[in-house]
């Protein structure tokens, strides 16, 4: 059996390869940080982590995560409600729900998890979840996991939600879930609208706040601090992978009703791993440090001001964005390969994206800006892209 499948598989491989799709893994030999080091010896500028408050390798959190390796040692080989649930995890699900204004938190081994969890739990074939078209594929995957009916919106399109509140007015109950920060554009949500309509249609809300907590709103609470609507939104899912230190974990936080309804019934949290005491730990100092200063988020402000301010002013044609990612677009997908690899030639490493990630014909290098980025960093990123961008004759 298995020479027929192999030789179907090697197949698919070369149809990937030969479409150009086949992904490599740059193998990185430092910690992650804004200045790294890859397998080539080279040293480069991060431009392409998720490590947007700079906290990856923060020397705060590393020993927060020692002290607990230490005290409450190193795995805790169960689920939650078996005998997986140390102290620390407590302390963390309250610092989740403490820093967005929520009544309780659950937390999952992943935002993956967390997404895949939180729609069967809660709603049935009775139901109606309301989709924006750009949404997460863990979000796409968890509907599927429900029963519910499903109804989709044009990215952001508040006259299509509208239509489909409409639509759904025979269901019983009615969730609308988006991204907080949509992570191909870096555009915001529109929450205030969406609220707005989810009043006037009688319906709840769902955010996932993996791209936007810790980076969108005045102190980095996300967008429901970016919309005045703390503690409005019935579900926020988020992760730890991202802004709040990129080691691992995801959340779901909310009415309190929810998340322990979530804790009874849902799949990934019953039937798989708790995090280990070290991530927990780390995790709480982490939140910690959110309550004791904005600092990383207006650095982080700043620093995307100003990359994106210098990027326009040099003529690339830039995404509007209100997050700290800055799509600039090339349009044809060699270019935005060509684009990458130039740059990394440069020892600036950002990633070009192309049909399917984005739609056919919006190909584009996607920066991540960072709080760890150093004036001299945005400063040797942006003569680069300038550099290449004539050598390529896309600016004068
Ligand atoms: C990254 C991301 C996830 C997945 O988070 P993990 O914790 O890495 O599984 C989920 N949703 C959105 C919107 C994301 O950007």
Not at 66 to 72: C, F, Q
Not at 219 to 247: C, N, P
Not at 330 to 335: F, N
Request: hydrophobic residues 35%.
């Amino acid at each position: 059996m298995y020479q027929d499948f192999q030789s179907h598989l090697q197949k698919e491989l070369s149809a990937i390869t030969e479409a150009g799709l086949y992904k490599n893994e740059r193998i990185i030999v430092s910690p992650q940080q804004a200045a790294i080091k890859v397998n080539t010896g080279q040293e480069v500028i991060n431009f392409c982590a998720n490590n947007y408050l700079g906290l990856s390798n923060n020397p705060r959190l590393i020993s927060a995560a020692k002290k607990a390796l230490d005290e409450r040692g190193y795995g805790m080989s169960s689920v939650r409600f078996i005998c997986g649930t140390q102290d620390r995890h407590k302390e963390l699900e309250k610092s989740i729900s403490e820093f967005f204004g929520t009544e309780d938190a659950i937390l999952y081994a992943a935002c993956f998890d967390a997404n895949g969890g939180v729609f069967e739990p809660l709603l049935g074939s009775q139901d109606a979840i309301i989709s924006d078209s750009l949404n997460h594929a863990s979000i796409i995957d968890g509907v599927r996991l429900c029963k519910a009916e499903r109804y989709r919106y044009s990215n952001g399109d508040m006259e299509e939600l509208e239509q489909c509140l409409q639509k759904a007015q025979g269901n019983r109950y009615r969730l609308i879930v988006t991204d907080g920060v949509f992570s191909m554009d870096g555009n915001v949500a529109p929450l205030d609208k969406i609220y707005e309509l989810s009043k006037k249609c009688n319906a709840m809300i769902m955010v996932d706040e993996s791209h936007s907590a810790g980076v969108v709103g005045k102190t980095g609470r996300g967008v429901t601090e970016q919309y005045s609507l703390r503690g409005q939104i019935e579900i926020i899912t988020g992760t730890l992978g991202k802004a709040f230190g990129g080691a691992v974990g995801g959340f779901t936080t909310g009415r309190k009703e929810i998340i322990d309804l979530l804790r009874q019934r849902s799949r990934p949290y019953l039937f798989s791993n708790s995090i280990p005491p070290m991530v927990a730990a780390a995790g709480i100092e982490m939140f910690k440090m959110m309550s004791e200063t904005s600092e990383l988020q207006d650095r982080l402000h700043k620093n995307t001001e100003y990359f994106v301010g210098k990027m326009k002013e040099a003529g690339f044609d830039i995404k509007p964005t209100q997050s700290a990612i800055c799509a600039v677009m090339l349009y044809d997908a060699k270019l935005s390969q060509d684009f990458a690899s130039a740059l990394l030639k440069e020892g600036i490493y950002v990633t070009g994206f192309y049909y399917p990630v984005v739609p056919q014909g919006q190909a584009r290098i996607r920066v991540q800006l960072s709080a760890g980025h150093t004036q001299e960093h945005l400063d040797k990123g942006i003569a680069a892209f300038i550099k290449t961008g004539k050598e390529l004759k896309l600016v004068k």
